[in-house]
Antibody, heavy 121, light 107 residues
């Protein structure tokens, strides 16, 4: 059974940076596109970013473009999200989610339990 | 971006009821529509892919329908474990977008 474990969240001041990680196991990592999806407390789901299995293709929501960078290390089965110039509105629970590339990038079949990011002074 | 609208944002139902949750897209999306269930404190879980295809392991009381701009998730006989929030998601174009969710509560 596939498992995704996020880490790296925490409290950061506006304008600060954080790097989130998502460690994957129980799946053939390179055959999955990887995504970050966030959920502000008590709110709905918002897609943040996607990355192809080979790491060559990246996609971002307009709200994070130019501030966030998605990457992966296929030798470590790990996904990353480098978040710079953080804003209060970036505060949320950040989930990593997989999608079999053969079915497209956004069919989220496995999810982690999330890591909480709080941006506040 | 394609907007997904779920209305109502919540509904009350009893165990055994047939429940239908609507979802509307702001433009044509064919059948590129998924449904997720989220329980408090848990990650979302996919129920339905491409409008009507049941994810492996999901009970058959869940079904999806629709195409174009109007879709629905139906629970044929509501069970206690089905009280949750349900989200639709379009994957027709980037960015993929979610509806705001419909919370199914106990009557």
């Amino acid at each position: 059974e596939a498992q995704l474990v996020e880490s790296g969240g925490g409290l950061v001041q506006p304008g600060g940076s954080l790097r989130l990680s998502c460690a994957a196991s129980g799946l053939t990592f390179t055959t999955y596109a990887m995504n970050w999806v966030r959920q502000a407390p008590g709110k709905g789901l918002e897609w943040v970013s996607a990355l192809s299995g080979d790491g060559d293709s990246t996609y971002y929501a307009d709200s994070v473009k130019g501030r966030f960078t998605i990457s992966r290390d296929n030798s470590k089965n790990t996904l990353y999200l480098q978040m710079n110039n953080l804003r209060a509105e970036d505060s949320a629970l950040y989930y990593c989610a997989t999608s079999r590339e053969s079915t497209g990038y956004y069919n989220f079949d496995y999810w982690g339990q999330g890591t909480l990011v709080t941006v506040s002074s | 971006d394609i907007q997904m609208t779920q209305s109502p944002s919540s509904l009350s139902a009893s165990v055994g009821d047939r429940v239908t949750i609507p979802c509307r897209a702001s433009q044509y999306i064919s059948t590129y529509l998924n449904w997720y269930q989220q329980k408090p404190g848990q990650a979302p879980k996919v129920l339905i892919f491409t409008a009507s295809n049941l994810q492996s392991g999901v009970p058959s009381r869940f079904s999806g329908s629709g195409s174009g701009t109007d879709f629905a998730l139906t629970i044929s006989s509501l069970q206690p474990e089905d009280f949750a929030t349900y989200y639709c998601q379009q994957i027709y174009s980037t960015p993929p977008t979610f509806g705001q969710g419909t919370k199914v509560e106990i009557k």
